[in-house]
Structures are given as structure tokens and as C-alpha cells.
């Protein structure tokens, strides 16, 4: 499928900068008619946008999660018997540590558990007497979801939220009164702690579990979005999706568009509704290897905005545990989680436990560290930064730096196959590393790229991909030029471009499979 991009004639590359536009009237899902063609669809898929607060996510990159609770005293993943409330005692908790580590990492919103799948709540929840408040640490007193939020407004990081919808613990799971438990704990978080950018329903639950809970998740989302309109719901919920893996890598081909279940609502009843992605919307399977390709969206009966969350632990568990302390996972492999989901268009959410006296690690804070470290030194230089850009078919250059930026971003011209544009940076450089960014605000588009360098006599191949999004990063033999192109082989409607970087990745951190 090919579109757009100007070509031809004499054409003033400055008149192909455009301004990001708010572009409010368009929404984050369309309907599909029987009637549609092919490429009917294709325009639609493409033209479908995040929501603000879906946009506003997608620019954090990376988030960290905080797993603490019962498992961190009880020392294991998944408890099979209720523990008791006595063994949470963590005597030195200091969330403003977790939060200062978290930041210094890179990181711009962090989750905290505030309920895991046990039951047991970080604050003292009005519904139930499993909670801190029936632990020994400060005597009953204390509020670790308080302490958490009030580090996280300290420090300018962003807050979100875990509630595990499976309860081990509570009485009335797997009746219709646990919704209501459900709902009230729910308003409780989302009313007492200040502003929460971000709600994680965990789809988790053992599969022989006998009790089944028909969750009321309408209303829950209807609670989210009365009491945190600027928050996302993750996972069990419409606004971000699970990336499919807890690996931390995430797709090579990553769509943000993908088929939407109407079922059991017909297209009017969901249109007349307020927030019909809410209405409409099931939690469902995100394993598939491919959700947004051609072939899916052709069968669909309606699209919506769905991007992916990468999340991973630091350690093998997601819960500390002292014996796991000579596992944390190395510089090296947080690089290429950062690569493999950063750069594969989702956001990393990266867990890191604190242990049972309620402090990060030593072990985990020497990896962010040095994982801190190799991406800010590797992403402070821009090759192309000041490149002069010119694009095949039109008249004229212009500098990269006032093509990119500041809410500006290039567009191609509708009606041509492909499109190429040439970067010549002031003076040769060596770079492995090239980044692409679409502007995702009028719709993700490029379907097929290909980067080369310029070796002195001709063009040789760099790199190749399929889909960029918010951000694409990828990774290559070094080499030594000052000539680079880019070629849009493929797009499913006009191609934007919004950044476009050469970098320098030091040799132990390329990892290129070999
Ligand atoms: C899973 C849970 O079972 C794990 O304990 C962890 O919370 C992870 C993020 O989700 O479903």
C-alpha cells in the first residue's frame, strides 16, 4: 500500500514544515462501514490519534513500577495462604529514596503496587482490615501509598497506580458485592492521593482459582474517568495495552491502531454513547505477534488507538528477594530493553522492588546507574542535529534543526510511491544508532524504511523497519560518514517525520545479534 510524499516538480522544501496541530476533532477510534474498501480502511487506520492523555503517556518513554507488599516479607512471588498483616514491617521505608533512585534512572512516572493479587493494601483502606493499618510498622499509622505520592510530587515524577482486581483476601470475591468493594477502594485512591496519570488493572489470575469474579469494568472505568479524567487505564483497561510479554522486548512492527470488539453493541448504540471505547471495550489477548497489520484491520469492524506498555523486571521476581540479589539484570541488558522497547514504539515500564527493610537495593541501584548513564551520554549528541536536509523532488534544503522541534515536524506530499530525504551533516562522523519519530498526532503512517550511508562512491544499506510511531531506534555496525538517507518505502497515507538522530552507542552495548 502506497501513498503520498511529493516528488515532483519545484517544490520549497520550507513549505513542507508543518505546525502539530491540535487536531481535537478527530478521535482515537473510527467505525468501519461493510461499504469501505481496502484502502478505505487503510486512509481510516491511519488517520485514527491518540487521546491527549494517551499522547501525554506516549512522551514519558519510560515509567517505573514499584512492587511491595506481602510477597516482599513472605519472601515469595505468589502467596498460598493469607499472610499475616503482623510480618509487614519495613523499618526503614523511605519512599523518597525509591522515587530519588527512580528519577536519577531516567524515569517520569512510577506505579506502586498499592494492592497486589493477595490482597493486602499499602494504605489504610477504609473497606478492609487487611492493610497496614493492622501491621506493626508505625504502630498502624503509616500510609506507604501517602509516603509514596507525596516522594513522587517531591521529586516532579508522575504518579500512577497498581489495584489488582483479583483479591485472594477479600470475603466477597466472586460475588457481585466484591464490585462494589472494588469500586470503593478504587474512589478511595483516586480521590485522597492528588492527581494519579496512570490506573493498572492486572489481567493476572492462577488459572485453577475457583472463585470467578464477573468484574464490573464499565464501571470502574466510569470512576477513573470522573475522578482522574487525565488518566490512562492500562492493561484491563481502553487507554494502553500490554506489549504481550514480560520480557521487556517488545515487536519490531508495533501498531498503534488495531481492531477494536464491538460485540455485543451494534456501531449506533456504541456511537451514541459518551465514551464508546469505555462501553465497548473487553480486556483481551495481546499476544498476538501482529494486532494492527493489514490483514487484521481489514476484517475489523471498527479501530481505535491502543499502544503498548513494555513492562519488565529489574530482577527475576517482581518482588525483592535477598537470594535474587546476584541477578539483577546488568547495564548491558537494560540498554537493550531500552532499545527493544523505547525503540520499538511503546513505553518501558521497568519494575524495581524495594526489599523487606523498604529501601532500593544497592545491587539495583548500581545497574540503573550505569544504565542511566549510557543512555543520557549516548543520546547528548545528535549527528544530524544540524544537518542540511534535502528531500528528492524538491527545490532547496533545509536545516534539520528547523524542520524538527518544538512541535514542528515534515510532511510529505500526497500522490507520490515513496519518498527519500538526505541528511549531510556539517563534517563525517561515527555513528551506530539512528532514531525516527512520526508525528503520531495526525496518525501513525510509515509502514516500510530504509536507511543509507553515503561510503565515498555510492549509497550502501545502513538499516531497514517497518513501522516507527512515537519513537524507532536502531541499532548498526558503526560507521564513519556525512551523508545519510532516509527512504520512506512504504506508508499507509502521507509520511510524517517529527525527529530524525545519528548517534553514537559505545561497541559493548550495541548488541546486533552476532
Ligand atoms: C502479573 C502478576 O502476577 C505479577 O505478580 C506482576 O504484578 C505482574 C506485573 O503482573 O500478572
Not at 57 to 77: I, K, R, Y
Not at 457 to 483: I, Y
Request: proline share 5%.
Amino acid at each position: 500500500m502506497k501513498k503520498s510524499v511529493a516528488l515532483i516538480g519545484a517544490f520549497v522544501l520550507s513549505l513542507s514544515i508543518s505546525y502539530a496541530s491540535k487536531a481535537q476533532e478527530r478521535k482515537n477510534y473510527v467505525f468501519i462501514n461493510p461499504s469501505d474498501t481496502k484502502e478505505e480502511i487503510i486512509a481510516k487506520a491511519a488517520r485514527v490519534i491518540p487521546s491527549s492523555q494517551q499522547y501525554a503517556w506516549q512522551s514519558l518513554e519510560f515509567t517505573a513500577f514499584v512492587h511491595f507488599g506481602m510477597n516482599t516479607f513472605a519472601d515469595v512471588e505468589w502467596a498460598k495462604v493469607k499472610a499475616s498483616p503482623k510480618i509487614f514491617d519495613p523499618k526503614k521505608l523511605d519512599c523518597d529514596q525509591w522515587v530519588r533512585v527512580l528519577k536519577d534512572a531516567g524515569a517520569r512516572l512510577a506505579i506502586l503496587v498499592a494492592k497486589h493479587e493477595d490482597g493486602f493494601c499499602l494504605w489504610p483502606s477504609k473497606y478492609t482490615k487487611y492493610s497496614v493499618k493492622y501491621s506493626p510498622w508505625k504502630n498502624g499509622k503509616g500510609d506507604v501509598v501517602r509516603e509514596f505520592v507525596n516522594a513522587c510530587h517531591k521529586y516532579g515524577v508522575k504518579v500512577g497506580l497498581y489495584l489488582s482486581p483479583w483479591d485472594q483476601a477479600e470475603p466477597t470475591y466472586g460475588t457481585p458485592a466484591y464490585n462494589k468493594y472494588f469500586e470503593n477502594q478504587l474512589t478511595e485512591l483516586l480521590t485522597n492521593y492528588g492527581r494519579i496519570s496512570e490506573v493498572w488493572f492486572d489481567g493476572g489470575i492462577a488459572r485453577d482459582y475457583p472463585k470467578k469474579q464477573v468484574y464490573d469494568w464499565q464501571a470502574y472505568y466510569r470512576i477513573i474517568r470522573k475522578l482522574q479524567p487525565n488518566a490512562v487505564i492500562a492493561i484491563g483497561g481502553p487507554d494502553v495495552r500490554w506489549v504481550g510479554t514480560e520480557s521487556g522486548y517488545g515487536r519490531e512492527t508495533e501498531w498503534d491502531v488495531i481492531p477494536i470488539n464491538l460485540a455485543p453493541l451494534t456501531q449506533a448504540e456504541a456511537m451514541s454513547m459518551a465514551h464508546p471505547l469505555d462501553e465497548v471495550f473487553k480486556p483481551h489477548d495481546m499476544m498476538d505477534p501482529d494486532l494492527g497489520g493489514l490483514d487484521k484491520i481489514e476484517k475489523a469492524k471498527g479501530l481505535f488507538w491502543y499502544p503498548a506498555e513494555t513492562d519488565v523486571t529489574i530482577r527475576p521476581g517482581w518482588f525483592y528477594h535477598a537470594s535474587e540479589d546476584t541477578s539483577v539484570k546488568s547495564v548491558g541488558k537494560l540498554v537493550d530493553i531500552y532499545f527493544s522497547s523505547v525503540g520499538r514504539n511503546s513505553v518501558l515500564l521497568l519494575n524495581v522492588p524495594p526489599d523487606k527493610d523498604g529501601l532500593i537495593s544497592k545491587y539495583d541501584i548500581k545497574s540503573l546507574e550505569g544504565f542511566h548513564e549510557v543512555i543520557s551520554e549516548t543520546f547528548r549528541r545528535n549527528f544530524a542535529a544540524n544537518a542540511e536536509v534535502a528531500i528528492a523532488g524538491d527545490k532547496g534544503s533545509a536545516r534539520a534543526s528547523a524542520l524538527f522541534g518544538r512541535g514542528k515536524y515534515w510532511k510529505g506530499k500526497e500522490g507520490a510511491d515513496s519518498s527519500s530525504l538526505v541528511f549531510s551533516l556539517p563534517s563525517p562522523e561515527k555513528f551506530d544508532v539512528a532514531m525516527l519519530q512520526e508525528n503520531i498526532l495526525v496518525g501513525q503512517r510509515i509502514s516500510r524504511f530504509r536507511i543509507d550511508y553515503w561510503d565515498g562512491k555510492g549509497w550502501e544499506k545502513l538499516t531497514e523497519g517497518t513501522t516507527v510511531g512515537f519513537k524507532r531506534l536502531l541499532r548498526f555496525k558503526p560507521v564513519t560518514a556525512d551523508r545519510v538517507r532516509l527512504v520512506i518505502e512504504d506508508s499507509r497515507l502521507t509520511p510524517t517525520l517529527s525527529g530524525f538522530g545519528l548517534y553514537e552507542l559505545p561497541p559493548e552495548y550495541l548488541n546486533l545479534g552476532e
